[in-house]
């Protein structure tokens, strides 16, 4: 099977994603975090750890980083309408990441499922995000 590009973005188009994906997008179950955080701004959590996932930023005041939970990993966000595109983490000089599935407008995945990773040790959530995670990660700047 070809791989299947997904395109989306911010609502102020600030920030733009690709996620290349090895199945088509109804094979992915995202996960909803049931932290506050995460319920807050309405994330579901979206991997491939055989996919490629690219972030594209006209320029780096275009995206805020915030550390949320066990402060391991980066929360992306645009800086100027908030729409949360991304969580990574940098393990071993490798970035890994997952794409928040609500950034593909009219993409059609499988049913959200809880996730709770909050109960998760520390060392605990980062093997799940070796094993999950996007492990080809991009961020560019364009301007």
């Known amino acids: 099977m070809s791989a299947v590009v997904l395109r989306g973005g ?30 807050e701004r309405d994330a579901a959590w979206l991997s491939d750890s055989n996919g490629v996932l690219r972030l594209v930023q006209r320029d780096d005041a275009d995206a ?47 049913p959200e499922q809880p996730a709770s990773p909050q109960h998760l040790s520390p060392e605990a959530k980062r093997e799940r995000w070796r094993q999950l995670w996007f492990a080809e990660v991009c961020v560019e700047t364009t301007g």
Request: net charge neutral; charged share 15%; glycine share 6%.
């Open 10 to 39: 911010c609502r102020c188009a600030a920030l733009a994603i690709e996620a290349t994906l090895d199945r088509p997008a109804s094979a992915y179950t995202p996960r909803a975090c049931d932290c506050s955080f995460c319920r």
């Open 64 to 110: 805020l980083h915030c550390r949320q939970g066990s402060g391991q990993a980066d929360f992306i966000a645009c800086a100027h309408c908030g729409t949360l595109m991304m969580v990574a983490c940098e393990m071993d000089g490798r970035l890994y990441a997952a794409v928040n599935a609500h950034v593909f407008p009219g993409a059609q995945f499988a």
